[in-house]
């Protein structure tokens, strides 16, 4: 009995010694995928590098110089399910850097199959800084049909202008779908012109606005905005994975008007040519003024005030406008209404109640006055008679 227990003990522990390396061998965890550029193509021969950062373990994928297919062979005992997983690669003369969390089913199924990566394009910054754009202000833009348009300067395409003028490049605008979308589009920045799908966009606050549904001349900016210019050669490009950029910090103000004052003529004037004094608050580029909605008329450059004699006018009601504008462009105004009156009023008859006083009597003078353009004031001995009933008597 005992020689018996012994043979199946010894048979037992002869199993388990057979068995222990088999169920030790660990399972292999296979790496597979593409590697393409960031226009799609196939980036062949790419270096990628996995990085277990749970374990600060990395390993070099297998490559072939004829494909852009990459291959990584692993224990499985070197990933645990929650590992995140660091891919660098780099080809094409683009890279990237990716991350991948592993999980249970993929430790199961023995691997990551088909985890292809886009590379990132290098990118090249055309020009970065900073614009001012002044609220009521425009410019002009010739396109390609040489037509000219009047843009607000406020605009995305307005930021794009000042960049260009900062940044010394130049930019074209197309106008072949005006008519249609009532919109201008760019089709060159920094002599880098579209070709076919492949061409300029903008973006204003990416990534956290929504990219604008209308064209770059519509869109009018807020002070603060960015607005960004980008290549893009798919509709998923964004200025994140775009290869040039053009970032513009936008600050919008108002215009720094001059400060018109006009000294005369005064409400009421007798004088039919009367003396124009107006006076600015910083020397004006250029001056002129304008008569009752009339013919605008130059004065001085360069000065600080506009001092003219008027050219005769008419007995009336009259408007004058003078304006001024600064080296900057910025136009500033003012407006006076003027009454010319050169014909004096008439007394038509003066009664004095009692018609014969004796002195120390109370005495109620009545005087009827006209006058082409109304009487506003009657004295008698330098007191000021009143208008009661808004007539000629006073």
């Not at 388990?16 to 550029?37: E, R």
């Not at 004088?271 to 008329?297: K, M, N, R």
């Not at 082409?372 to 000021?384: I, P």
Request: contains cysteine; aromatic residues 8%; charged residues 15%.
């Amino acid at each position: 009995m005992n020689i018996r227990i012994i043979e199946v003990l010894l048979a037992a522990m002869i199993c388990i010694t057979m068995l222990a390396p088999a169920m030790a061998q660990p399972l292999p965890f296979v790496i597979t995928g593409h590697v393409s550029d960031s226009d799609g193509n196939p980036c062949n021969g790419t270096w990628v590098q996995i990085t277990n950062t749970n374990t600060s373990a990395s390993w070099d994928a297998e490559n072939d110089s004829a494909s852009n297919y990459y291959k990584l062979v692993l224990d499985s005992d070197t990933m645990s399910a929650g590992n995140v997983l660091l891919f660098e690669t780099s080809s094409c003369s683009e890279t990237k850097m990716v991350e991948h969390t592993v999980t249970q089913s993929e430790l199961e199924d023995g691997g990551i199959n088909g985890f292809d990566i886009v590379l990132d394009a290098q990118q090249e910054i055309i020009w970065q800084g900073d614009v001012t754009l002044i609220n009521g202000t425009t410019f002009d833009v010739t396109a390609n049909s040489s037509v000219s348009y009047v843009i607000n300067r406020t605009t995305a395409l307005g930021a794009l202008d000042a960049a260009a003028e900062d940044g010394i490049f130049n930019y074209t605008v197309n106008d072949d779908w005006y008519a249609s979308w009532d919109s201008l589009f760019v089709d060159s920045i920094a002599d880098i012109a579209s070709e076919g799908y492949n061409g300029w966009m903008y973006w204003v606050n990416y990534p956290e606005d929504p990219m604008p549904g209308i064209g770059a001349d519509q869109f009018v900016l807020e002070d603060g905005d960015v607005v960004t210019w980008y290549w893009s050669s798919s509709m998923d490009m964004t200025p994140a994975n775009s290869s040039m950029l053009v970032d513009i910090n936008v600050t919008v103000t108002s215009p720094d008007l001059i400060a018109v004052t006009i000294h005369s003529p005064q409400a009421i004037t007798k004088d039919s040519t009367p003396l124009l004094h107006a006076t600015f608050d910083q020397i004006a580029a250029l001056t002129w003024y304008v008569i009752d909605d009339g013919a605008a008329v130059t004065g001085g450059s360069n000065t600080d005030n506009l001092t003219v004699t008027l050219p005769e006018l008419p007995d009336g009601q009259h408007t004058v406008t003078v304006y001024a504008n600064n080296s900057d462009g910025n136009v500033g105004s003012a407006t006076q209404d003027f009454l010319v009156d050169t014909i004096a009023p008439v007394i038509n008859s003066v009664t004095l109640d009692p018609a014969d006083p004796n002195t120390g009597d109370n005495i109620t003078v009545t005087v009827n006055a006209t006058d082409n353009v109304g009487v506003t004031a009657v004295t008698a001995d330098g007191v000021s008679l009143s208008n009661a009933d808004g007539d000629d008597t006073w």
